[in-house]
Each structure stands twice: as C-alpha cells, then as structure tokens.
C-alpha cells in the first residue's frame, strides 16, 4: 500500500507558496492548456534526445538483465490461460469470422511470393522427405500395405476372377490347408512379411530420389495454386470449423506449458542475451532521435498518442480527487526543506 504523505507544519510563506505552485499546475494540467503545453515539452524533449545516444542513456547489460526478468524469470500468472480462453471463445463468436474469406487475408499476390519463397528452399524439402520416408511408422505402415496389397492380389486376382470357380475353390484350398497344416500357414505370412521388410529400405530409398525427381518445382506451385484456389473463397468460419474454442484454448495450454520449461533453459537465456547484443551493436552508438525515427516513430505520433491518453486520465483524477494530493506529495518536500525555509527565511 502507499504510504501517506506525513503531515508537515509548513510556515505560512512557505504553504502559501505551495498552494499556489498546486494551483498554477492543475490550471496547467487541465485538458484545454494542456496540448500547447504538451507540444513545447514534446519539441524541447526531442530536442535533448537528439544529443544523446542509446549507450549513454542505458548499457545493454541493463536491458539484457530486464528482458530475462520479465522474459524467463518473471513467472507468470495462473490467470494468462483462463483469459486466452475466453479471449479465443470471443474470436470465434464474432461475426466477422463469418464474413471474411481467406482470400481477404492472404491475396493471391502474397500467396504467390509465400508460395515462390518456400519452393526456394530445396534443401530444407529434401531434408523432410529424407525424414519422412526414414521414419519407422511410415516404413512399419508401407509394409503392411505391401503385405495386404500381396496378399489381396493373390486371393482375388485377375486370373481367378477369369476362371468360373476358381476364387471359390482357391478359398475352399486355403482353408483346408490352414486346417490341415495351421503352422505352415503362419510360416508363410511370416516368410512374405520378412521379405517385404527386407527390401522395404531399399524400395524407400529409391522412392526417396523417385519424389526428390518428380516433385519438382513446378509440380508443386501448380498443385499449391490449385489448393489454395478451392480455399481463398472460404469464410475463416468454415475452416475453423474443425477447431472449437476448447482446442484452440488446449492448444495454447500445451504451448503455454511448453515455453514455461523452454524459458528456464539456459538456450533461451542466450537468445536473450543475443537479440538484445544485436540490437546495440547496430543502434548503440545512434542518437535516441535517429533510433525513434528508425522504429517509425514520429513527433506527430507522439504527440497524437500522449493527447490522446492523458487528458481523459487526468480528468478522471481530478474527477475523483487524487490529481491534487498527487501534486502536492510531489511538491510539499522541497517547501518543508531546509533550503526552502532557509530561502523564504532570507
């Protein structure tokens, strides 16, 4: 809790002198004085920062120790997920959802340079088809198919379908045989299986280059295009019908979890550390006018935001009483100082 101001005895030279220096700021701070105001503050602050360089005002070992406090140290409250959730619970209920269509937010223009850019980038394709064809469930899954597609051709084949009764007395076979020799039955679904994975790895490594082959450039833009062509006349309604409001909120749960582990990682500390070193290796030495000019940040802006937001926040205080005591906390010390009594005195 704040501390109340302590009442001081002030002289009376000295309270007078405080009422009217309280007086004279509220007048100052009331929304019609304040833009001219405001815009001679602004120009003579611009004018200072443009003397003034960003290592001289703050070293980056200050920024870096800030942005791991709040970044991976500070821990967040319980309060973020419950709030994601019925934030997501809010986008998904408004109506716009059902009214703008993919192609408003992705033109086709844009789709085509995303498009063009990812289809650059050879090696990161040939890398995820390397992985995906390495994989032990993709390898485990051709198998089986392998193994069906075998054993499916060799109960209902071209040759049996041609044949009256033939499909039939092949099942009456098989059966009898199962029956008559169970274990041999088992012997060769086990024999078919092994050479299936036997030559499995290098059927896969030949359907690696076979895709790295045909999956050319083209190809794909042309299949992308025609994708995207069936999709950009849907409302984000429609695609996000698959996902509720729950998913999206368990899914933020799960990532939430994910970066509260990620972010006590030293990796994440020194991406910190890092980002932070890049930025002042580039802006250390550049003035805070130049810096504010480079971020797009202009005086019209500036401007523009603080009139924005502090007429209305300082009428509400004054509105509720606190703008005057919060004037004259700031003030009373230096009329109850030595060095004020001492000049009032002389």
């Not at 069906?148 to 109960?155: D, K, Q, V, W």
């Not at 088992?186 to 790295?212: G, H, N, P, V, W």
């Not at 002042?280 to 030495?285: I, L, P, V």
């Amino acid at each position: 809790m704040a501390k109340k101001l302590t009442a001081v005895k002030l002289s009376s030279k000295a309270q007078a002198l405080l009422d009217a220096q309280v007086a004279w700021w509220l007048e100052r701070l009331d929304a019609k004085a304040l833009k001219p105001w405001v815009e001679a503050e602004v120009d003579a602050l611009l004018a200072d920062a443009a003397r003034l360089k960003l290592e001289e005002v703050v070293s980056r070992a200050d920024v870096q120790a800030v942005a791991r406090q709040y970044a991976a140290e500070l821990e967040p409250s319980g309060a973020i997920p419950e709030l994601v959730g019925e934030i997501a619970q809010a986008l998904q209920a408004h109506p716009a959802q059902k009214k703008t269509r993919l192609g408003e937010l992705m033109p086709d223009k844009q789709f085509r340079e995303w498009l063009d850019k990812i289809l650059e980038l050879h090696a990161a394709r040939d890398a995820l088809i390397h992985a995906a064809l390495s994989n032990p469930v993709v390898a485990a899954v051709a198998g089986d198919l392998l193994y069906r597609g075998i054993s499916g051709y060799l109960g209902d084949s071209a040759l049996t379908k041609s044949i009256p009764g033939a499909s039939s007395m092949l099942k009456f076979g098989k059966s009898m045989l199962a029956k008559a020799t169970p274990k041999l039955d088992a012997a060769i679904e086990t024999t078919l299986r092994k050479y299936i994975q036997q030559s499995l790895d290098a059927t896969l490594r030949e359907s690696e280059q076979s895709l790295k082959t045909l999956l050319t450039d083209q190809l794909l833009r042309d299949s992308a295009l025609e994708i995207w062509a069936s999709l950009k006349g849907m409302t984000v309604a429609e695609v996000r019908s698959t996902v509720s409001a729950g998913d999206v909120e368990e899914l933020f749960v799960i990532g939430y979890e994910h970066w509260r582990s990620v972010r006590k990682t030293p990796y994440y500390g020194a991406m910190i550390d890092a980002g932070v070193a890049g930025f002042f290796d580039k802006y250390g030495k550049t003035a805070l006018t130049d810096l504010l000019e480079e971020m797009g940040v202009s005086r019209e802006i500036i401007l523009k935001d603080v009139l924005r937001f502090a007429p209305p926040a300082l009428a509400v205080l004054n509105k509720k009483k606190l703008l005057e005591p919060m004037i004259r906390r700031l003030l009373q010390p230096f009329f109850a100082s030595e060095m004020a009594s001492k000049l009032l005195a002389d």
